[in-house]
Structure formats: C-alpha cells, structure tokens
C-alpha cells in the first residue's frame, strides 16, 4: 500500500472555503425560501377547504335531489 501524500495547505484552504460558503449560501437560500413555500401552503389549505365546501354542497344537493317521495 502507497503512504498517504501530503496535501498542500492552499488546496485545504480552498476545501474548507468552498465548504464553508457552500453552507452558508444554503442558509442564506433556505431563509429565501421558507417564507414563500410556507405562503404557498397557507394558500394551497385554503383553496382545499374552499373545494372541500364546494363538493360538500353539491353531495348535500345531489341527496336532497335523490331524497324524493316520487321514488
């Protein structure tokens, strides 16, 4: 087995740089990014429970119809 080399310190320097502005620009990302899908959620609940109300009315008229003595 070959012994491991020496690796220069600028190549670690560049490593651990890149490391680091990589995580910071995914912190700077996600606190972009949070405040527009949390929005896209409250928006999305109440168009679910404006379409959940609309199939409830027509369930509800669909039996009134049904419901009839004339059977």
Request: proline share 6%.
């Amino acid at each position: 087995m070959v012994p491991p080399v020496q690796v220069s310190p600028l190549i670690k320097l560049g490593r651990y740089s890149a490391l680091f502005l990589g995580v910071a620009y995914g912190a700077k990302r996600y606190s972009y990014l949070k405040p527009r899908a949390e929005e896209e959620r409250r928006v999305a609940a109440e168009e679910k429970k404006q379409q959940d109300e609309l199939k409830r009315r027509e369930r509800e008229l669909a039996e009134a119809r049904d419901d009839s003595i004339l059977k």
